[in-house]
Structure formats: C-alpha cells, structure tokens
C-alpha cells in the first residue's frame, strides 16, 4: 500500500540522488512552488544529488533558460535531463530519417539547432516541409493555446499513407501552464497511433530519458545502486509508471495534473480515494504527497 508522507525530509534519508520532475511538482508552467525548492535545496545540503528529469521537449539548456523567471535557483539541483535530450539522439541517429518536418511551436527550435558535442560534425539532420520529410519529428501542436491533437487528423492520415515515422519528443498527453490545460506532443503521437502509424518515444515512461540520466549522472558523481535513487513526479502514466519499469522507488505527487480525483484539499490527499484511484491505474509507487516540500 502507497505510504502518504508530510515532506520529502521524512523519507529521503535512504537515497542518494533523486530523478525530480519539473512540471507539476517543482514548478506549475509559470512559477515555481516555494516549499519544493526548499526540498530540494534541503536535499542536496545533506549530500544528495538532484537530477531534473522532464519531458520537456527542448534540451536542457533550453529547460534551464526559463528557470530565472520562474524563481527555480541554481542550489536546487545538480543537472537537466529531458526528454528532448534522449529524442535529439534517436533523431541524430536518423531514427525517422534525415529529412524532417517539425511539427511543434518555434520555442522549440532549440531541438534542431542545438546540436550536443557527441554529435558535431555528424548531425546532418535537414528540416524541411511536410511533402519532402522523411520523417516527422513532433515537440507539440504549432499553436498548444488553442490546438488539439484532432486538428491534425487530416495531416496524420497523409502523413501514414506515406508511411512517415513520428519521432515524439515529449511523452506527455497534457499540462497545466498555471490554470490552463494544453495538450503535448504525446496526446499528437497517441492520436498519430491510434490512426494506425508508428511513434517513437524517448521521455518518460520510456528507456532512454533513464538511461540518459544514469549515464549522466554516473559521469558527474558517479551513479549509485537503482535501491537509492527516488523518483518524483505527479504523472501516473509517465512518472510513476516510468520508475515502476525502471524497477526505482517513487514518490507520487497527488497534488500535480489528478489532484481533483484526491479530495478538496490538495496538501492533504485522502487515503482512500487514493488507493481506490491507483488500484484502478494498476500502479502502486511506494509513497505520495500532496505537494513536493
């Protein structure tokens, strides 16, 4: 049974590193949650290690831009893992082709043009327009404040009688950016499969982004045994889902993108709905808490 806890100080005492996510726990789209932040920073005070793994479609350069704005300081973590990391190196290995079509807002052009060191001088990836890709290579919907994924049907069914792959650059169906709802790039690849096509994923609940942040980390700090590494992430089917198939504890946070289905009060999630909810998802993380503090 999912053990509710008070703060992150209560259970952390056995783990050395954390994989955090972003969007939902430490900050909601717009700013950051103070008491996460003082989490955090408690954390890695006692010599622990903060790893924000995100399904951000950007790499982390990019993700660590906005982080000034939204009151997310330096001390809080030790590095960036995202989604569109571990997608930049599926796509540079030409896992839909060399010629692309992106379909995703401009902010995320930072995918294309920032190309990672290990792959200098041989990421001859070309972007190029919907009749001559190859490939489709999805970081969003052009416009996420006002499109859904069923705006692109007509697209799609063109896109699958040529046989295009899509390369998802984040897994997640939707996000709250402060109090609004918008769809991502993985509610476009849900659709895009649904319709018969093929998708490939990279960010969470999948493989890569993990492999990436052990990698990542083992080179940095060195990487500790999978029993003391603690995940944290309000999405049961990218997060808790995610550390399930990676075989690492997990911390759900009740409070992110299914608050509504825990009762009134979001610090304080009620144990029965709770178990009732996440017996109905099929996951069982090790922990819960309403907010990240």
């Given at each position: 049974m999912t053990r509710i806890v008070q703060s992150l100080a209560e259970i952390s005492e056995p783990y050395d590193a954390l994989f955090c996510d972003l969007w939902g726990c430490l900050h909601n789209g717009v700013t950051a949650y103070p008491a996460a932040v003082a989490a955090l920073q408690t954390f890695r005070a006692k010599g622990g290690?903060?790893?924000?793994?995100?399904?951000?479609?950007?790499?982390?350069d990019f993700v660590k831009e906005r982080f000034a704005k939204m009151n997310i300081p330096d001390d809080a973590w030790d590095m960036i893992v995202s989604s569109g990391d571990a997608a930049q190196d599926?796509?540079?290995?030409?896992?839909?082709?060399?010629?692309v079509w992106h379909l995703g807002p401009e902010k995320d052009d930072g995918f294309f043009t920032?190309?990672?060191?290990?792959?200098?001088?041989?990421?001859?990836?070309?972007?190029?327009?919907?009749e001559d890709a190859e490939g489709i290579v999805c970081t969003g919907p052009f416009h996420e404040d006002t499109e859904t994924p069923e705006d692109y049907?007509?697209?799609?069914?063109?896109?699958?009688?040529?046989?295009?792959?899509m390369l998802c650059a984040n897994p997640d169906l939707v996000v709250d950016m402060g109090d609004k709802r918008i769809y991502c790039a993985g509610a476009l690849a849900e659709l895009y499969e649904e319709m018969g096509a093929?998708?490939?994923?990279?960010?969470?609940?999948?493989?890569p982004i993990y492999d990436l942040a052990r990698r990542k980390l083992s080179a940095a700090f060195g990487l500790p045994d999978d029993s003391r590494i603690l995940t944290v992430g309000d999405g049961i089917l990218t997060d808790v889902a995610g550390a399930a198939g990676e075989g690492l504890d997990c911390l759900f946070v009740t409070g992110?993108?299914?608050?509504?289905?825990?009762?009134?009060?979001?610090?304080?999630?009620?144990?029965?709905?709770?178990?009732?909810?996440?017996?109905?998802?099929?996951?069982?993380p090790l922990y819960a808490i309403g907010r990240l503090r």
């Open positions: 290690r903060v790893v924000l793994l995100t399904n951000a479609p950007r790499p982390a599926a796509m540079f290995a030409s896992a839909v082709g060399r010629k920032h190309i990672p060191a290990e792959w200098e001088g041989r990421a001859n990836i070309e972007r190029v327009s919907f049907r007509a697209q799609f069914l063109a896109a699958k009688t040529r046989g295009l792959k093929d998708a490939i994923y990279c960010g969470k609940p999948h493989p992110g993108l299914a608050a509504e289905a825990f009762g009134p009060d979001v610090e304080n999630p009620d144990a029965g709905k709770l178990e009732d909810w996440l017996d109905g998802q099929g996951q069982s």
